[in-house]
């Protein structure tokens, strides 16, 4: 049963034009969520998150939207660049548990 | 500063053979993480270490997984022994404490023929 769920495995988007990755999740105790983001043959690295009192942070091109009632978050990085070609992961944690349950990944490709 | 760092990067071996991965996580990191990524897939946690106690490992084969890690620093995973369903990659990742930022190193990538 897949708590986290990225239904869209990849995306391409021209530069300078917006990128949406979207990510639902099943179980309403998350409390807190993040997005990863990784290069081939790299570890996943922090990009930003977002708590669950939030319904939206932003941190310079990238901004996390969360709708709870939806149980729906996404990510939006404005405007795309070809470095932010990459896989993007998301990820929800349970309150009270610090165990952080990930999605299968959406793969972003931005063309120049 | 130096990020997490894991050895080998990349190791092939035959089932039933056992294997050994290493992970030094970032100097100060009191938790650190064993993940696997399946093709595919996103990370999925095997074990959590607080310092040198293994916190939770529910998530772990403990038929044929085994982890340690010593003087709460450095930690390896073993699998002895290796099936053809372990082939993935082996994520290991640190944080200050529970509730901080998880820093992942860049894995170890098995492959079980």
């Known amino acids: 049963d897949q708590q986290v769920k990225q239904n869209s495995p990849s995306l391409s988007v021209q530069e300078g034009r917006i990128s949406i990755l979207n990510c639902d999740y099943t179980?309403?105790?998350?409390?807190?969520f993040l997005w990863y983001k990784k290069y081939p043959a790299e570890g996943p690295t922090f990009l930003i998150s977002?708590?669950?009192?939030?319904d939206k942070n932003e941190d310079g091109r990238f901004t996390v939207f969360l709708n709870k009632s939806a149980k729906h978050l996404s990510l939006h990085i404005v405007p795309s660049q070809p470095g932010d070609s990459a896989v993007y992961f998301c990820?929800?944690?349970?309150?009270?548990?610090?165990?952080?349950?990930f999605g299968t990944g959406t793969r972003l490709k931005v063309l120049a | 500063e130096a990020g997490v760092v894991q050895s080998p990067r990349y190791k092939i071996i035959e089932k039933k053979q056992p294997v050994a991965f290493w992970c030094n996580p970032i100097?100060?990191?009191?938790?650190l993480y064993w993940y696997l990524q399946n093709l595919g897939q996103g990370p999925e946690l095997l074990i959590r270490y607080e310092n040198e106690e293994a916190v939770d490992d529910s998530q772990l084969p403990k038929d044929r997984f085994s982890a340690e890690r010593l003087k709460g620093v450095d930690s390896t995973l073993k699998i002895q022994p290796a099936e053809l369903g372990d082939s993935a990659v082996y994520l290991c990742a640190s944080s200050l404490s529970l509730a901080e930022t998880q820093y992942f190193g860049p894995g170890t990538r098995l492959l079980v023929l």
């Open positions: 179980n309403s105790m998350f409390d807190y």
């Open positions: 990820a929800a944690r349970g309150a009270g548990t610090y165990k952080y349950i």
């Open positions: 977002i708590s669950s009192i939030k």
């Open positions: 100097s100060g990191h009191n938790t």
